[in-house]
């Protein structure tokens, strides 16, 4: 078996051309010797582009509609209330689940709480317990020896920006130290890891990153060092035979606006709440045509599917096509807010089909779109200065055993689907 092992490195949200950037710019120089060995692709991310949803689908190979993950919030059934899927809400199984080696699972994203499998699982956000974060338990004690740390405390940036960087940097540095201990004294056949920091760091300081006069620009490039070390620690220990699959989950780029859907919703007549009670999707009034859920996945408030539900399905056409017509059409500074528009049913597929969003937005360059219901305006700006792309993540691969080319851009379903076949 040991002839037939597989390394996955993820960095959540790093975009293609940042890593292109960083690689020929000498800030990740172990990176760019691995690229060197590796076919490097952009990557679609999945519709929306959000961790918990294409990360859901990079472990399983499937397309939301399958595995059931479709946000970071959804609603109960027959109900507006919400509810926070978790790991025991994804209905596709993983690689590790499907392959008879031992694996080492480190901080993905969205697999909260831990199950028992075969090797070691750490759970990455949104993990809550410590105790049910770590499998096997026993590992607790050495974990917090390490002093392992589950997440950032992202709230600290809002306070101040270099106490939010030290807590960056003593989260990845224990991080690494888990890997290389799990590296030394596991078993296992899969090793994978995610670097989640990089997501938060670029939401706050992607200003950091595109000014070189920042004040934090050259901690912006120091975090990304200190990550390429660690990914170089890891190929001088693996062997020449080993698989290694380099990739995020999505892209980022600079954030101009803050787009509050339901906002424009309510202000267009689609979306109603009760007279005299808050703006919150539980006191949604019946004449709702539509409500949207983070970040820009839009229902529409059916009959048969929801308590005050008035959408019947001979009118479901008419009311997407004006949705779409106000969205495709939306502007302000005479720049086009919305990039893609896209149909539950050019997306999805699956045995949980009926559960997805009817419409999801994708918001142009520079545009975050957002559904909270306390948006003030229709457009807004608040503490972050980076957000996510759907079109320019990345996947890197490196595998002697198997001819590896891409036709057409990939999306994260495919490199999901290759790390199930690679991990067979
Ligand atoms: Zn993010």
């Not at 004690?141 to 997440?151: A, F, I, N, W």
């Not at 306070?159 to 990845?172: E, I």
């Not at 050019?346 to 559904?371: H, M, Q, R, S």
């Amino acid at each position: 078996m040991a002839e037939n092992r597989n390394i996955i490195v993820g960095l959540d949200g790093v975009p293609f051309g940042m890593i292109k950037d960083f690689t020929e710019s000498g800030v990740m120089p172990n990176t760019s010797k691995l690229l060197n060995d590796s076919v490097l692709t952009p990557m679609y991310s999945t519709v929306p582009e959000i961790s918990s949803v294409a990360w859901s689908s990079i472990i399983t190979g499937a397309n939301p509609a399958e595995h059931g993950i479709f946000g970071f919030i959804d609603l109960h059934p027959n109900s507006y209330k919400m509810r926070f899927p978790n790991f025991n809400d994804l209905r596709a199984a993983t690689f590790w689940e499907n392959c008879e080696g031992p694996s080492v699972i480190v901080n993905v994203p969205s697999t909260y709480p831990v199950r028992s499998m075969n090797g070691v699982h750490v759970s990455g956000f949104v993990s809550i317990d410590y105790e049910k974060s770590v499998y096997p338990e026993s590992l607790v004690s050495t974990l917090k020896g390490l002093e392992y740390r589950l997440d950032v405390d992202s709230m600290l940036a809002h306070k101040s920006m270099d106490v939010f960087l030290d807590d960056l940097d003593r989260t990845v540095d224990a991080r690494i130290s888990s890997i290389q201990t799990f590296w030394d004294q596991c078993k296992w056949q899969n090793f994978m890891f995610v670097f989640t920091g990089t997501d938060r760091l670029m939401h706050f300081l992607w200003d950091a990153y595109d000014d070189k006069g920042h004040k934090y620009h050259r901690k912006f490039l120091e975090y990304f060092s200190k990550i390429d070390a660690a990914i170089g620690r890891i190929i001088d220990l693996s062997e020449n035979s080993d698989s290694v699959i380099l990739l995020s989950d999505h892209g980022f780029e600079k954030l101009d606006h803050d787009v509050f859907v339901s906002k424009i919703l309510a202000e267009e007549g689609f979306l109603h709440f009760n007279p005299s009670e808050e703006s919150s999707l539980q006191n949604i009034g019946p004449k709702t045509k539509a409500f949207a859920l983070d970040p820009a996945r839009i229902y529409l408030n059916r009959k048969d599917k929801y308590p005050c539900g008035s959408v019947e399905e001979k009118d479901a056409n008419e009311i997407l096509n004006q949705l779409e017509e106000l969205f495709s059409s939306l502007e302000i500074d005479g720049r086009k807010v919305i990039k893609h528009i896209f149909k539950k049913e050019d997306v999805y597929e699956g045995p949980y089909f009926k559960d997805a969003p009817d419409l999801v937005l994708i918001g142009d360059t520079g545009f975050n779109l957002k559904a909270t219901t306390a948006g003030k305006s229709r457009f807004g700006k608040g503490i972050f200065t980076g957000k996510h792309t759907y079109h320019d993540a990345f996947l890197a691969v490196k595998s002697k055993n198997r001819n590896i080319s891409f036709d057409k851009q990939p999306s994260v379903i495919d490199a999901g689907k290759l790390i199930r076949s690679l991990t067979k």
